[in-house]
């Protein structure tokens, strides 16, 4: 499994930010894929979620009414809209994939900082 995560970097409070996950080596459109954040100090979090087909999304309450989960099955993408950044959302994010017998991929993390 190959990801390709990018759209991370310095923001100021009160921005934006889109992240994109593109994938390839596995069957993109059987996998329900995740977003996951490590802010330094701190374990890995679960941020948001959106099943294989696209209808169901899930997220942590920190970030509910901010974020989006959204995902492109003909280009085997996720992404994750960030509107109204926070500081307290400075971390590293992650990409997940992870089908129903548990396989799990991950991507290598983007840097999202949020500073004035």
């Known amino acids: 499994a190959q990801f390709v995560e990018s759209g991370g970097g310095l923001v100021e409070p009160g921005g934006s930010l889109r992240l994109s996950c593109a994938v390839s080596g596995f069957t993109f459109s059987s996998y329900a894929m995740s977003w996951y954040r490590q802010a330094p100090g701190k374990e890995r979090e679960l941020v948001a979620s959106?099943?294989?087909?696209?209808?169901?999304?899930n997220y942590a309450d920190p970030v509910k009414g901010r974020f989006t989960i959204s995902r492109d099955n003909a280009k085997n993408t996720v992404y994750l809209q960030m509107n109204s950044l926070k500081p307290e959302d400075t971390a590293v994010y992650y990409c997940n994939a992870a089908n129903r017998y548990n396989v799990r991929y991950w991507g290598q993390g983007t840097q999202v900082t949020v500073s004035s």
């Open positions: 959106i099943n294989s087909a696209g209808s169901i999304t």
